[in-house]
């Protein structure tokens, strides 16, 4: 059993971008390497209408087509990009507009930007500037927000200084509302992170996603209690302990309401993974599964497995990948298959996204020509994991320079 993950191939779309315009061309590529449909297990896409629609979108029409062909592929949303969905129901615009005006007067002047950068050097700041914020990458406002809590008294002496004063800063609440806006961004940041890159199992980003939802329970009881607790909101904290407790003490029930709204929306939005919650257990942890619930397929598999304590220190040991690698082929042959599909379940379309910042970079304004068919080969070469073989392909040359 090996495992990769590498793209089949890149087309370029000349005229619409219907569903099923996508599915053709999707099709070309499968055909073009004779590769059967009955093998495909998922299909994994983000939300717009010609990707996930219920009808006629991308993933309904090659999941149509696995059917026919006897296969059965599932249908999930990227997590990454569902997480950032998530992220977006927590709606501060009263404090990200006064943030952004504020950090767009300072930069956007060359003049007022030297003359911030000598005053924070002049004061000994913590930091040395702020960071634009883009709407664009929603989760980018979370080291803008750290950066201008952490400057926020400086900032706010600056600003004074030229005449512009701030007076949400000296707000108690609006305050309060920015630091637990800096807390939850950061807890965001860190899922965030831990949902990206190559090679990550399906069953490894779901339970980065179980974690969270069982943290954000966590945030909830605590801000919910009679005294509230902000052990994990240090933002927070801070301005609650330089306020008297009547003046923002009342927020703490608020902000459980956001987060409980928040924890609902992570519910609903990752109802397709937790439709295949059994079988992500049974995958990620097979010698604690029961096997009267496991498919009637794996149960006599399963037992031999459960009763091998000799697999059951190899498993501890090995990754997931590598245990069902060495698991005997003719002694378990349907766990061997089960677990390929599992294996070949992305959960993000991580390596999409790599590949389109590849693009962004190549596709700059210094660049005079630029065909599709080159940029298919810089692509496949930039995000392959594949090492070619350069002795041999040297060897098969009549001639070749040695100097080169």
């Known amino acids: 059993m090996n495992i990769t993950e590498e793209l089949l191939d890149l087309q370029s779309l000349k005229g619409q971008t219907r569903g099923v315009d996508l599915f053709d061309s999707v ?7 004779k590769l059967p449909w009955s093998k495909v297990s998922g299909i994994v896409t983000d939300g717009a209408p010609a990707m996930a629609g219920e009808h006629r979108g991308l993933s309904k029409l090659i999941c149509d087509k696995v059917s026919e062909q006897g296969g059965n592929a599932v249908k999930l ?34 003049l007022h930007h030297r003359q911030f950068q000598r005053f924070l050097l002049d004061i000994d700041a913590e930091y040395g500037d702020v960071i634009y914020h883009t709407d664009v990458r929603w989760l980018s406002r979370g080291s803008v927000l750290q950066r201008f809590f952490s400057l926020r008294r400086e900032i706010g002496q600056f600003l004074a200084e030229k005449g512009k004063p701030m007076q949400e800063l000296s707000d108690p609440v609006w305050l309060a509302d920015l630091a637990f806006l800096v807390d939850i961004t950061k807890h965001l940041n860190v899922l965030n992170i831990s949902l990206q890159g190559k090679d990550a199992v399906v069953s ?8 969270f939802g069982s943290k954000l329970q966590l945030f909830q009881r605590h801000l919910s209690q009679r005294e509230p607790s902000t052990a994990h909101f240090p933002a927070l904290r801070e301005v609650m302990d330089s306020f008297p407790p009547g003046n923002i003490g009342a927020q703490a029930g608020r902000y459980a309401a956001i987060i409980a ?12 993974f937790y439709g295949m919650e059994k079988d992500i257990s049974l995958f990620s942890s097979p ?19 459960q009763c091998d304590d000799e697999l059951r220190g190899r498993q501890q040991q090995l990754s997931l990948t590598d245990f069902y690698c060495q698991l005997e082929k003719g002694r378990f042959p349907e766990m061997r298959t089960f677990a390929k599909r599992m294996l070949s379940l992305f959960g993000s379309t991580y390596l999409c996204k790599q590949t389109f910042s590849v693009m962004n970079l190549n596709k700059n304004r210094l660049r005079s020509r630029l065909t599709d068919a080159h940029l298919r080969d810089i692509l496949r070469i930039s995000t392959t994991a594949v090492k070619p073989d350069l002795a041999r392909v040297l060897q098969s040359r009549s001639q070749y320079h040695p100097s080169h």
């Open 27 to 33: 099709c070309s590529a499968v055909d073009d390497f």
């Open 77 to 110: 949303h990227c997590i990454i990009h569902q997480q950032v969905l998530c992220a977006k129901c927590v709606k501060f615009e009263h404090v990200m507009q006064p943030v952004v005006k504020t950090i767009n007067f300072i930069r956007s002047k060359a």
């Open 204 to 211: 490894q980003l779901f339970a980065h996603i179980k974690a």
């Open 261 to 272: 709204s928040l924890s609902a929306e992570f519910s609903g939005r990752f109802r397709d």
């Open 287 to 305: 010698f604690s599964a029961d096997p009267d619930t496991a498919p009637h397929q794996l149960q006599l598999e399963l037992i031999e497995l």
